[in-house]
C-alpha cells in the first residue's frame, strides 16, 4: 500500500486532502472536532519529517461562495489540535492560494478555503483539479469521508502525481480495519447489521455471506424478515415490498451456511416516543397497536453468546432506537459485549453513521478496536466497491 512512510517530507510541500466536514454551532465554533484530530497524526508526520501541509477540505453544501460555509471558521480549532499556528487563505485555487503556498515554510500549516464553493470540485473537472494540483510536491489522500466519491480534489488530482501520492495514515487506517474484516480475518466472523430498513444494506448484506460465519440482523430490519416468515409485527417498521427478498437471504445464508440470528423477543412500546407503555413481546406474536423498539433481554443474552464467540467482529447500525432512553438498552448491552470481546484479543470494526454516534454516547469508542469515520464510504467497501479515492491512489 501507498502509505505516508515511503516518502520523507523534508522541504517538501504535502498537499492534503483532509475531512473537515466538521458540525458548527451558531456562533461558528467547532462543535465536534472529532474529524480535525484524525488527520493529526498524517499532519504531524509531515510536519517532524521537515515539511509543509497544505489542508483542502470540503463544509458543508454550499451553493457557490457563502460565508456560513467558509473553512475560517475552523483555523483556531485546527490551530488548537495540531499545536500549529494555522495560516488560512480565503480561495482554494488561483493566485492568491499560489502565492500563500509559495511563501509557506518548513513546519507551517496552510489551509486552504473551502473546495465547495466552486462546483468543478464536485464534477470531478480535470482543469480544476490540475489548478488544485499546483499547491503541492506530493498529494495524500487522508479524507475516508469522500474516498466514494469522483471528486476533483478526491480523486482525478491523482493523475497530476503520478509518483508522488499516497494515503494518509487515517485511510490507510480504515483500509486495513476494513481488509482484517472482509478478507483476512480470523475466524469465527460475525457481522452485526441494525439500523432501520434493509433496503439501504441489502447490497452490503449480499456481499458479506461470502465473508461471515454468522449474521446478526437486529433494529427495524427485522420486521420485515419475521413478517415473510409469517409473523405478526403489528405496528413495527416493515417493508412488505423487501418481504421476498429477505425470504432471498434466508436461503442464500443456508446454502452458504452461514448461520442468521434474528431478535426472539423486543421491547414493544405503544407509540413512537420516550413514555410509551411498554412490554416484552415474542418477536412475532407483536399485536396491532404495538411496535418493536428494541431488542428483549433473551435476545440480547443471545446475542451476547454469539459475539463472545467469534474472533472478528463487524458492527454497523444500533439494535433499536437507541436515540430514545427507554428503547436504548439492546444496542448499549450489545456496545458492552462486543468491548469485553475486544477485550479478550477479538477484533472489532464499528461502522456507519448511526452506530458509530452511538458508541460514541454509549462510551464504547475506545473500548473496541477501530470506529470507521466514514459512513457512506464505509457502506461501500462493505458492498465490495473499490472506492474511486483509493484507486487512484492506488494506480
Ligand atoms: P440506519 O441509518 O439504517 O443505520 O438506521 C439507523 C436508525 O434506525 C436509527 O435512527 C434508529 O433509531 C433506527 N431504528 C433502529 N431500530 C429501529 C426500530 N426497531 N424501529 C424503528 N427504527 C429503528
Given amino acids: 500500500m501507498q502509505t505516508l512512510n515511503k516518502y520523507n517530507f523534508k522541504n517538501k510541500k504535502a498537499l492534503i ?6 458540525p458548527l454551532q451558531d456562533n461558528f465554533t467547532v462543535a465536534d472536532t472529532t474529524r480535525i484530530e484524525a488527520a493529526k497524526s498524517t499532519i504531524i508526520k509531515v510536519l517532524e519529517d521537515g515539511g509543509s501541509c497544505v489542508l483542502m477540505s470540503h463544509l458543508g453544501r454550499p451553493n457557490g461562495v457563502e460565508d456560513q460555509f467558509s473553512l475560517r471558521h475552523i483555523v483556531d480549532s485546527v490551530t488548537e489540535i495540531m499545536g500549529v499556528q494555522t495560516q488560512f487563505v480565503e480561495d482554494c485555487i488561483g493566485e492568491k492560494a499560489e502565492k500563500a503556498v509559495a ?12 473546495l465547495r464553493f466552486y462546483t468543478e470540485e464536485k464534477k470531478g473537472d480535470q482543469q480544476f483539479a490540475e489548478q488544485l494540483s499546483k499547491l503541492g510536491d506530493i498529494y495524500i489522500n487522508d479524507a475516508f469521508g469522500t474516498a466514494h466519491r469522483a471528486h476533483a480534489s478526491t480523486t482525478i488530482i491523482a493523475q497530476f502525481f503520478p509518483e508522488n501520492k499516497c494515503f494518509g495514515n487515517l485511510l490507510a487506517r480504515e483500509i486495513q480495519s476494513i481488509d482484517k474484516v472482509l478478507n483476512n480475518s480470523e475466524q469465527p466472523v460475525l457481522a452485526i447489521l441494525g439500523g432501520a430498513k434493509v433496503s439501504s444494506k441489502i447490497t452490503v448484506i449480499e456481499n458479506i455471506l461470502d465473508k461471515v460465519d454468522h449474521l446478526i440482523i437486529g433494529g427495524g430490519m427485522t420486521f420485515t424478515f419475521i413478517k415473510a416468515q409469517g409473523g405478526m409485527v403489528g405496528d413495527s417498521i416493515c417493508e412488505d415490498d423487501k418481504m421476498p427478498l429477505a425470504l432471498e437471504i434466508l436461503k442464500q445464508a443456508k446454502a452458504k451456511n452461514v448461520a442468521i440470528h434474528l431478535p426472539v423477543d423486543v421491547l414493544a412500546a405503544d407509540q413512537f416516543s420516550n413514555d410509551a407503555m411498554t412490554q416484552i413481546m415474542d418477536v412475532d406474536k407483536i399485536p396491532k397497536g404495538w411496535q418493536g423498539l428494541d431488542a428483549g ?6 446475542f451476547n453468546a454469539i459475539v463472545q464467540q467469534c474472533k472478528t467482529i463487524l458492527w454497523n447500525g444500533p439494535l433499536g432506537v437507541f436515540e430514545l432512553e427507554s428503547f436504548s438498552k439492546g444496542t448499549i448491552a450489545l456496545g458492552n459485549s462486543i468491548a469485553r470481546a475486544t477485550k479478550k484479543g477479538t477484533f472489532s470494526l464499528v461502522g456507519g453513521g448511526d452506530s458509530v454516534a452511538a458508541v460514541k454516547q454509549f462510551g464504547f469508542a475506545d473500548k473496541v478496536s477501530y470506529v470507521s469515520t466514514g459512513g457512506g464510504a464505509m457502506l461501500e467497501m462493505l458492498e465490495g466497491k473499490t472506492l474511486p479515492g483509493i484507486e487512484a491512489i492506488s494506480k
Fill in 17 to 22: 486532502r483532509v475531512d473537515f466536514n466538521v
Fill in 297 to 302: 433481554p433473551k435476545s440480547t443474552e443471545n
Fill in 103 to 114: 511563501e509557506l515554510e518548513a513546519g507551517e500549516i496552510l489551509l486552504l478555503e473551502n
